[in-house]
């Protein structure tokens, strides 16, 4: 049987706990946890009448629009690069599916890829990856699993990175993401980046595998995060240009035209508009970065006093601190685990959050993933003002 979404799981245990009249603090769920940005509904609501069906890669006018925000980002994009897609999370199926082959992925690496390989009926290939290491494994260390792993009969076709990393929150170095990217293309690997947190970066320079590998990087994201759209589902791939890229597309577009036939039409209009960037998305787009950027930090200074072991937070508004140093003090009060520390702070203390082994880590491992960004209030109101005061 297919587990529920990790991520989902908790918000849903959250809310019913809440609907149960507790009081919960919840740092579980990596929803962006900001209001509407100016405008959008507006577009929104022009577009109401737009009732019918699409290409099912969108429309040209919102691939242009996804062609030119690539452009602006330094990776020269056509149009016909371009698939929308009703969130990143199906599109991310749809490209495994497309690529085919087994799944290498770093550990700990974002709930839904084991998941959904697992849907597919692919191997997942694991390489544990240090948490000052930005999700993106040691060079070596991948050479050495990709060869175990042939060895052992899979047929490794796909490395999935996400940059920025979730749930670390933090972003690697370019040389390592182009280290990666040359063993990959040693191994006849395509690369997947899911860059949906690219957009949030607090300064550092994202290092999209785009630029290292072009012929066969998939780049994803979408508008969940930096916008705060996750209700909305507006998710969009860049294609390499290139002959791999086209059989890709084909390929692409066959499962998108089975499984969502195209994005709904009025978002395709309210992505079109956001990403032009009009002024004042990009002016909500920086204050909600800074909010991020600065409520992360706070809480990455109060983790540390907690005395785990936690990295700054460089991008999006994760953390994941380490229990370790903690192990004796946790163990007297009966926790051991990941998922039992995650268990106790809930239970006890009414604070939900992800435990390690939701991202693919041993539970032996103290690990949590810390969200920040539902901390700016469970109002409409409060979010409101949370963002004003960055402006
Ligand atoms: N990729 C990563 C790393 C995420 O954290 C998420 C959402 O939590 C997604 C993809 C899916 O985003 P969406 O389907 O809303 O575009």
Known sequence: MTTHSATLAIDEAVQARRAAGHDVLHLGFGEAGLPVPPGLAEVLADAHSSNGYGPVAGSPRARTAAAGWFARRGLPTEPDQVLFAPGSKPLLFALLAAIGGDVVLPRPAW???????????????SVPVPAEAGGIPDPERLAAELGRAAA????????????PDNPTGT??????VAAVCRIAERHGLAVVSDEIYAEL?????????????PER????????????????????ARLPAGGWGRRLRQELTGVASEIWSSLAAPMQAVAAHALDEPPEITAHVAASRRLHG???????????????????????????????????????RG??????????????????????????EPDTALTLRIATSLLYGTTARQRHAALAAEE
Do not use: N
Request: with cysteine; glycine share 14%; proline share 6%.
């Open 111 to 125: 709930v839904s890829y084991a998941a959904q390989a697992a849907l597919l009926g692919r191997r997942v290939v």
């Open 171 to 176: 972003i690697a170095p370019a040389e390592q």
């Open 294 to 332: 600065r409520v992360a930090r706070e809480a990455h200074g109060l983790l540390q006093l907690a005395g785990a072991d936690c990295r700054r937070p460089q991008a999006g508004f994760y953390l994941y601190p380490d229990f370790a140093p903690v192990r004796g003090a946790l163990s007297a």
């Open 152 to 163: 052992a009969g899979a047929r490794p076709g796909v490395l999935v990175l996400t940059v």
């Open 217 to 236: 990087t998939v780049v994803t994201t979408g508008l969940s995060k930096s916008l705060a759209l996750g209700g909305w589902r507006i998710g969009f």
């Open 335 to 360: 926790i051991t685990t990941g998922s039992g520390l995650a268990a106790a702070l809930l239970d006890r203390h009414g604070v939900a959050t992800l435990p390690g082994s939701a991202f693919g």
């Open 201 to 213: 970066s607090h300064g550092g320079a994202v290092p999209s595998p785009a630029r290292y590998l």
